[in-house]
Structures are given as C-alpha cells and as structure tokens.
C-alpha cells in the first residue's frame, strides 16, 4: 500500500497570505489528523476529520481550517499567514485507536 | 489537563549499554499510550503500543497506572537505534481516539 502523501513538500509564503495544503491518505484510512511541529511547541494536535465530518479540534484559531472529501483526501488552509505559522505540518491517517501512520510533512516558512 | 512529559532532551549512550527513556502522563480518564519514533530523514511512525505488549526492536514499554509512567526500555542499545522518541496518548473519550497528544520528544544518541 503507498503511504500518507503529503504536498506540497515545501513552500514559502509571505505574511498575509493564504496557503492550503493536501494530504491523501493510506487507501481505506477513513480518519485523517493534521499536526503543526514547531522547535517551540512540538507536535500539536490541529484537527482530525472522519468521513468528510471535522470530528476533533485543537486549540488553534479559526485561521487554520480544514476539509475532507468523499475519497478521505484531506486539505489544510491557513489564512492570514503570520511568521508564527513557519512549521512543519504533518498529516496522519488511521483506521482507529491511535495507530497512526504519518506523512513526511510539509515544511511552511512565512517570510 | 491531558498532557506527556518526556523530562530528557537528550539522552547519550554507548553501544550496549542499557537504555530507558522517561515518558510520565497527566490523565484523567484510561489513556491509550505509543511511543512513535523518527530515525533521520524518515516519517514519524509507530514503535509500540502498551495495549499490545510486544517488543519492537527490542523496545519494551510497561504502563505504570500509579505512576502514571510509560517508559520505554531496552537493555542493549545499538548504533541504529539513534533516533527521536516521542510518547503520546490518545484521549478514550467518544470521537476522541485519534487525537493523540504528544510528549516533545527525546533524542537518544548512541555511540560506538
């Protein structure tokens, strides 16, 4: 089976910008998390979509959003980009209980 | 609240000496616990799991339910080991098993 595939790998923004990122997950993985890992505050927990529905959230603003299509591919948008948003951003499908099986990340640097 | 503490940043070893990497938690409820390691320029991924009670690699991992700990150890640490180990724990509350909650992590670094 291919794994969790995350793109883009990486990519450069300015402040005020938007960026939307996209994650496919491993075939019949049906739950798709996203994680933000920064030196600072390491792997937080953004939100977790199951079956197209946002079924967890972290304690992120309203600025990073999410989505799930009928395929369980998932997207990440962050508007309003600020220089704290420069992150790695790690996308994880499961089939339940924890097991996670994660992507290699997308590196976000807001210039 | 719910939250990991991994109290090392760094732990510096030799080949063949034993090895134990703290992992203490804050939880209300019963957690699910993981160790999920990174190796160099690899993906996050899952090590072990306390409900499974295996040996990965010849890391084991005991929960501590009274002190609330889930260490992972293994007696005989070897040069590939060298890696990043996080523990997590994942809330058992309805909807809540695929949030997991991690430590910020551990280097072990094994030497020769």
């Known amino acids: 089976k291919a794994g969790v595939t995350q793109t883009p790998r990486y990519l450069i923004k300015t402040r005020g910008q938007q960026v939307t990122l996209s994650c496919s997950p491993i075939?019949?993985?049906?739950?798709v998390s996203w994680y933000q890992q920064t030196p600072g505050q390491g792997l937080q927990f953004l939100f977790e979509y199951f079956s197209e529905t946002q079924r967890n959230k972290g304690n992120f603003p309203g600025r990073f959003s999410g989505r799930q299509f009928s395929n369980s591919r998932s997207e990440m948008n962050v508007s309003t980009l600020e220089l704290g948003d420069s992150a790695l951003y790690l996308c994880?499908?499961?089939?339940?209980?924890?097991?996670?099986?994660f992507g290699q990340g997308t590196r976000l640097t807001v210039v | 609240a719910q939250r990991v503490t991994q109290p090392e940043k760094l732990l510096s070893v030799f080949k063949g000496a034993p090895v134990e990497l703290k992992c203490n938690y804050s939880y209300s409820g019963s957690p699910e616990l993981f160790w999920y390691v990174q190796y160099s320029r690899q993906r996050l991924q899952l090590l072990l799991r306390h409900i499974s009670r295996e040996s990965i690699k010849g890391f084991t991992a005991d929960l501590n339910k009274g002190e609330t700990s889930f260490h992972l150890k293994k007696p005989f640490a070897q040069e590939e080991d060298s890696a990043m180990y996080y523990c997590?724990?994942?809330?058992?509350?309805?909807?809540?098993?695929?949030?997991?909650?991690f430590g910020a992590g551990t280097r072990l670094a094994v030497h020769p």
């Open positions: 994880a499908s499961s089939l339940g209980g924890g097991l996670a099986f």
């Open positions: 075939s019949g993985h049906r739950s």
């Open positions: 997590a724990l994942t809330h058992s509350s309805p909807g809540g098993y695929n949030k997991l909650i």
